[in-house]
């Protein structure tokens, strides 16, 4: 199959429609090197100047690679999010590219779909209702501290962290979220993960290792769980229990930004409900595409590719970069590179 057909069978699949071609780039001082310094007395990396953050907020993400605001997402919000999930999971609502996936230990067994068997839901760029999260002002605020007034929403995801069955599946392990991603640079890329409830030990909040976004990428891959591990859920490698953890506790409505390279992830649910947080990847549309041939990149590569062709039915040419480039969407500026 040839990309161009295999693209536009990705958009049927997608419903993806037509987009204006992007702007010719211009010289912009954003993705420069030490563009900040200029007009700040101290150097950051991290964050971007303007006059949202707090000295304070910027120096803790500076050096932690997180920075959570309490109390960001109105409670009408998320139940309207909370509406469109239960929707979806009832089928009554099918927005084209989603992904619903069921928690391992439960994917054999023949449920019929409803919120009890969904462990999350991928991809909801095409449901209005859901995608409001990825533009609403106050969040796209904080966004913009980190990748600049040019935002693309590349990744969204609703996460409904089922009871754990006793087999410790619900965990997911600790990893760092730029291993799934082929663009750069990782300084422009921030996640936003807002609670849709209180989130704490008991139900498996974020557990994040301050200030590991200073390192580079690591080798991700399966850990050897004799539970069962989802599809996907990727680890680092060299785990060890580290003493340095932080778990975040935090009430519905409280947002946490991190960056992509902040190793996290989330422990057990032990409670008899789910737990529900709603998520999106935002990056500069000034970022640029990396081929992953060759790195560390490699083995997710092909997981994601024999999912799209699985899909399909056939092989297919679809590169890693075609994939996110059917999933962004632009939520503020210009659209320039991805
Ligand atoms: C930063 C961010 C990107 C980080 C992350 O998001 S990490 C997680 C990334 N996850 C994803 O991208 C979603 C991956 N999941 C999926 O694509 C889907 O849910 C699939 C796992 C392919 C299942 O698709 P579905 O349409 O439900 O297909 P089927 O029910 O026919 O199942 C096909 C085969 O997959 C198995 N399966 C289903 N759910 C899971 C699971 N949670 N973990 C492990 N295996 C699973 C299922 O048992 C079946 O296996 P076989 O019968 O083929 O042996
Ligand atoms: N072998 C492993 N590889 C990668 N990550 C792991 C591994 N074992 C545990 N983790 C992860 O480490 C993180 C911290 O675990 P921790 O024990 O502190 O969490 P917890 O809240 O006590 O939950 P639980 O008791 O269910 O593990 C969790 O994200 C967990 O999924
Ligand atoms: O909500 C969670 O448990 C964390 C999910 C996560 O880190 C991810 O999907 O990348
Ligand atoms: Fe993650
Ligand atoms: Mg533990």
């Given at each position: 199959m040839d990309l161009q057909r295999a693209g536009v069978r990705l958009q049927i699949v997608l419903g993806h429609l037509s987009r204006p071609s992007a702007p010719a780039i211009v010289a912009n001082p954003i993705l420069g090197p030490a563009s900040s310094a200029s007009c700040h007395p101290q150097q950051f990396q991290y964050t971007l100047d303007n006059n949202v953050l707090s000295l304070e907020q910027r120096k803790f993400y500076e050096e932690n690679g997180f920075l959570v605001i309490k109390n960001l997402v109105s409670d009408d919000d998320i139940q309207r999010f909370r509406a469109e999930f239960q929707r979806i999971c009832r089928k009554e609502?099918?927005?084209?590219?989603?992904?619903?996936?069921?928690?391992?230990?439960?994917?054999?067994?023949?449920y019929t779909l409803s919120e009890k068997v969904v462990s999350k839901i991928q991809d909801f760029q095409e449901d209005q209702e859901l995608f409001r999260y990825c533009t609403l002002p106050q969040i796209?605020?904080?966004?913009?501290?980190?990748?600049?007034?040019?935002?693309?929403?590349?990744?969204?995801?609703?996460?409904?962290?089922?009871?754990?069955?006793g087999k410790k599946t619900s965990r997911h392990p600790l990893h760092q979220d730029l291993h799934y991603f082929p663009f750069r640079p990782s300084d422009r890329i921030v996640c936003a993960w807002t609670a849709m409830e209180h989130i704490d030990r008991n139900n498996g909040c974020l557990v994040v290792l301050p200030g590991t976004h200073k390192g580079t990428l690591k080798p991700h891959g399966y850990p050897n769980w004799e539970g069962g591990i989802n599809k996907?859920?990727?680890?680092?490698?060299?785990?060890?229990?580290?003493?340095?953890?932080?778990?975040?506790v935090m009430k519905k409505g409280?947002?946490?930004f991190f960056h992509p390279l902040l190793i996290h992830g989330s422990g057990r649910n032990r409670t008899q409900g789910f737990r529900k947080a709603i998520s999106c990847h935002y990056a500069s549309s000034e970022c640029h595409y990396i081929s992953v041939n060759g790195t560390s990149q490699e083995n997710i590569q092909s997981e994601v590719k024999d999912i799209v062709n699985r899909r399909f039915g056939m092989e297919t040419n679809i590169t890693l970069e075609d994939i996110w480039t059917f999933r962004g969407r632009l939520v503020k500026g210009e659209k320039i590179n991805l």
């Open positions: 609502v099918n927005p084209p590219g989603i992904i619903v996936m069921r928690d391992v230990a439960i994917a054999k067994q023949d796209l605020k904080y966004v913009e501290c980190f990748t600049g007034p040019n935002i693309m929403a590349m990744h969204t995801m609703l996460i409904n962290k089922p009871s754990d069955s996907m859920y990727h680890g680092i490698q060299d785990y060890k229990k580290d003493k340095n953890r932080v778990h975040l409280d947002t946490v």
